[in-house]
């Protein structure tokens, strides 16, 4: 791999795109094995200048200066709460402007590299409120003056508490902290804006950022460190115990092998069974998963919240820290790079500038009561959302990377793609358009091909295949297929692995502006496994005519499954089929076909619904 110059697929771009999909999906995930991505290095080194300037150097610098400390005399401010805290107010500002997670090439996006604020500041955009039929004031779709104005002063006031110098903390008067009258306003703002457009507020990363602002709100001193700490933990353990399923032995090998610094072939492809016939995780690749995964990830933070031993908590520590800057290190896909740094600084900030034994453990919490009640609110959502994952985003329900996500494949006939960019005005084109715009047509779609490889690694890519292969027959290979994550991005401004930003609201939204005729755009998408059923639900949407059916697959076929298929795909088990919903035929566009409900479709009325589960011998067959 190159400085400058990418490594594309070892064929002609032009012989790759005659093949059929899932013939083009190998080669692409083979090539995956050795070069991941393919980007040049000089990718890599883009975003390591942009966490250098944006995050330390203006961050660390504004934290520390508006704070009265030198920011080069790290001895004067590494173990000061009140840097800490300026540097989660200053992440969640560059999160919230969309120049932290999901920014650039690696998140497909190309030109401009930033999404966020640059949608969000537009009137007239795409929004989703998560209950629009619940929350009075928030129905539809359209971003209002409103909402821009909203979105406005939130970034003003994250930036205004981080630049005002700090108060005397409460209960501890030679300590300083952000002034809670400034960040207050947070604590409303937020919530509203969340109410009017999920996105923004999963953007922010509020699962995590809004709960430290309240604790900076209304407690004192101590308490803040203690309930800070309960935070991390919660936010660590949470994933780990997500990592215990079949998912994410499955989430290892790809990582790895797009790990600009992992050069060594055999390194790469030791982390699958047998390359290349075999590409499903080696036993290494489990090991590395649920040891320095899964066992780490909860065991050193406990360590951590109780140990009163301060070389027990040094190597806890210093693990937790090696932790997050290995994962930054890989460059995942979505490039959380500043969540890693940040929670680096936490875990040295929290547990080593404020140890337990010296005050600060969670016996030395000032209201039995209120701990109880941060800890309840803290596990709420991971609880409800490992349970009931269509209820919660795999983000509030602690679940990072851990291969369980809601995920989907969207297949547009000839010419659909187009009509995105011809009817939804916003400041990004599709991908297709952005890598044409720097590509050969036929290297353009080679390239974007490459991310159709990167899912069908993971489990849940082989049902996702299925469920096209399934449902479209003969007619898939006359479709453009795309990985929805990506394809959202362009739409919405952000995507960060979930497919709750991209479900069958989002695809009512298109739409309503679109008017797909049906057949030409349509999506399978399918939601996290629950943590204690071995299955995923699934929906088929059809643009024009809403969700044309419902059932759910086996996660163990799913990791039984070679990635590209070769046996076919796995079988699906429907329990809705709308009468209406057959196989639909690749047609061009006839009429305008608006959803009536674009905040929540409804069914075709002519349609059976299967309240129990069928039986493996009732599983629909192609």
């Known amino acids: ?339 890693n740094i940040l929670f680096a600084f936490a875990t040295i900030v929290l547990f080593l500038g404020f140890p337990n034994q010296d005050g600060f453990g969670v016996t030395d919490f000032s209201s039995p009561f209120l701990l109880a009640l941060i800890v309840a609110g803290l596990v709420f959502f991971p609880i409800l959302g490992n349970l009931r994952p269509d209820l919660v985003s795999f983000l509030p329900s602690m679940r990072q990377y851990a291969g369980n996500w809601a995920t989907a494949l969207w297949a547009f006939a000839p010419g659909a793609e187009a009509k995105l960019d011809e009817f939804i005005d916003r400041p990004a084109k599709t991908t297709p358009v952005q890598l044409e715009s720097m590509y050969e047509p036929d290297v353009a779609r080679m390239t974007l091909d490459l991310t159709l490889g990167w899912r069908s690694l993971h489990s849940n890519g082989r049902g996702l295949f299925s469920l096209l292969m399934h449902h479209l027959g003969e007619d898939l290979e006359n479709y453009d297929v795309r990985e929805a994550e990506f394809a959202a991005n362009t739409i919405i401004g952000f995507n960060f692995g979930d497919g709750h930003l991209h479900d069958h609201r989002l695809i009512a939204a298109i739409q309503k502006r679109v008017g797909y005729a049906p057949g030409e755009f349509v999506v399978v998408w399918m939601e996290s496994q629950p943590i204690h059923k071995g299955t995923q639900q699934y929906k088929i949407i059809d643009a024009a005519l809403g969700i044309i059916e419902e059932g759910y697959v086996m996660v163990a076929d799913e990791v039984e499954a070679l990635p590209h298929l070769p046996n076919g795909p796995i079988p699906r088990y429907t329990t809705w089929r709308a009468e209406t919903g057959g196989q639909p035929t690749a047609g061009r566009r006839t009429a305008d076909h608006h959803a009536a409900d674009h905040n929540s479709p409804s069914k075709p009325t002519a349609a059976h619904h299967t309240m129990s589960e069928p039986t493996a011998d009732e599983a629909v067959s192609s």
């Open 1 to 339: 791999m190159g400085f400058t110059q990418g490594v594309p697929p070892d064929i002609e771009p032009a012989e790759f795109n005659g093949l059929p999909l899932m013939e083009r999906v190998r080669i692409a995930h083979t090539h995956w094995v050795d070069h991941g991505f393919g980007t040049p290095k000089m990718i890599n080194v883009i975003y390591l200048v942009k966490v250098l300037i944006l995050q330390i150097g203006i961050g660390i610098t504004l934290a520390t200066l508006s704070s009265g400390f030198n920011p080069l005399d790290v001895g004067s401010w590494w173990n000061e709460l009140i840097v800490y805290q300026k540097a989660i107010l200053w992440t969640m500002l560059l999160e919230i402007m969309g120049l932290g997670g999901t920014w650039g090439p690696l998140c497909g996006r190309f030109k401009p590299m930033t999404g966020g604020v640059l949608y969000w500041t537009r009137v007239g955009g795409i929004r989703l409120p998560p209950w629009p039929d619940r929350v009075p004031g928030t129905r539809g779709d359209r971003r209002s003056l409103f909402d821009v104005v909203l979105y406005c002063v939130i970034l003003a006031n994250l930036l205004l508490a981080v630049v005002l110098p700090g108060v005397a903390a409460r209960g501890m008067a030679d300590q300083s902290v952000v002034n809670p009258i400034v960040v207050m306003p947070l604590v409303v703002l937020l919530v509203v804006m969340g109410l009017r457009d999920k996105v923004i507020f999963i953007a922010s990363r509020g699962e995590q950022y809004y709960p430290a602002i309240v604790f900076f709100t209304f407690l004192p001193f101590v308490d803040i460190v203690v309930a800070l700490k309960l935070l991390i933990v919660a936010v660590w353990v949470g994933a780990g115990v997500s990592k215990l399923g079949k998912h994410f032995s499955h989430v290892i090998p790809p990582m790895i092998s797009n790990t600009p610094w992992v050069v060594l072939k055999s390194v790469k492809r030791a982390h699958y069974r047998r390359y290349p016939e075999d590409l499903r995780p080696s036993r290494m690749a489990s090991g590395i998963a649920h040891v320095l995964g899964t066992l780490v990830e909860i065991v050193a933070p406990l360590v951590l919240l109780f140990s009163t031993n301060i070389h027990l908590s040094i190597g806890a520590a210093v693990l937790m820290v090696c932790f997050h800057l290995f994962i930054f290190s890989t460059f995942p896909l979505a490039v959380p790079l500043e969540w």
